[in-house]
């Protein structure tokens, strides 16, 4: 079965930083998606960025980049010049390529932003 | 020109209870999946349906039981509530099963057994 891992359960930076959120994943399947959802107080499950497996460029959209190391099974989040609205609880998500497209999540990291 | 809907927002019940949650989608999409939030805010699918039909059932408790009277909607009804049914369930839609489409969330419907 997959994994999905997130060893940070509290993250904060200052307003305009930069902060890498950290996740591993455990699965045999050679092809298969990433993902980083946000969820802020309101609840809302929000897509912020989605990663291919067989693609080896890293996904970007704009202020949030992953690091995507395959070989490593990491899959990292790097959000730049942070801010206030950034401030939620981030997830990352492991779906395979085919079949019953459940999503396995991460514990989930909240990020604070300081002002 | 809300995505995915769910009623109600907030739920509050006694215990041994029966209620009931609704979704809808307007994207068009195919294949529909209900998600649990516990209170350590861990998410984990519990069914899925793709045009109708059920493709995933994560052994969820025969309390739960999802409906999908057309693939646009996937109520969950839930039977006997416990206190351990308390959580966060969010609705999700997908274009099909085979499209790397991503899964698009509903804003989730607070349940508290009393």
């Known amino acids: 079965a997959q994994t999905v891992t997130q060893s940070q359960p509290e993250m904060s930076v200052q307003e305009a930083e930069t902060v890498t959120l950290s996740c591993t994943y455990d699965?045999?399947?050679?092809?298969?998606?990433l993902f980083w959802y946000k969820q802020p107080p309101s609840r809302q499950m929000i897509l912020v960025i989605r990663?291919?497996?067989?693609?080896?460029q890293n996904a970007t959209e704009n202020r949030f980049s992953v690091n995507f190391q395959k070989a490593a099974k990491s899959f990292s989040l790097k959000i730049s010049d942070s801010q206030l609205g950034d401030a939620a609880m981030y997830f990352c998500a492991y779906r395979k390529l085919q079949g019953a497209q459940k999503l396995v999540f991460g514990q989930g990291t909240r990020l604070t932003i300081n002002p | 020109d809300t995505a995915v809907s769910q009623t109600p927002k907030y739920l509050v019940t006694q215990m041994g209870n029966d209620k009931s949650i609704k979704c809808e989608q307007n994207l068009g999409h195919d294949t529909m999946y209900w998600y649990k939030q516990d209170s350590k805010k861990f998410l984990k699918i519990m069914f899925s349906?793709?045009?109708?039909?059920?493709?995933i059932n994560e052994t969820v408790p025969n309390r739960f039981s999802p409906k999908s009277p057309d693939k646009a909607h996937l109520n969950l009804h839930i039977n006997s509530l416990e206190l351990g049914d308390s959580a966060v369930y969010f609705c999700?839609?997908?274009?099909?099963?085979?499209?790397?489409?991503?899964?698009?969330f509903g804003p989730g419907t607070r349940l508290l057994v009393l």
């Open positions: 999700a839609s997908s274009q099909d099963l085979d499209n790397q489409e991503t899964q698009y």
């Open positions: 990663q291919e497996a067989y693609k080896q």
């Open positions: 349906y793709n045009n109708k039909e059920l493709i």
């Open positions: 699965t045999s399947e050679s092809d298969y998606y």
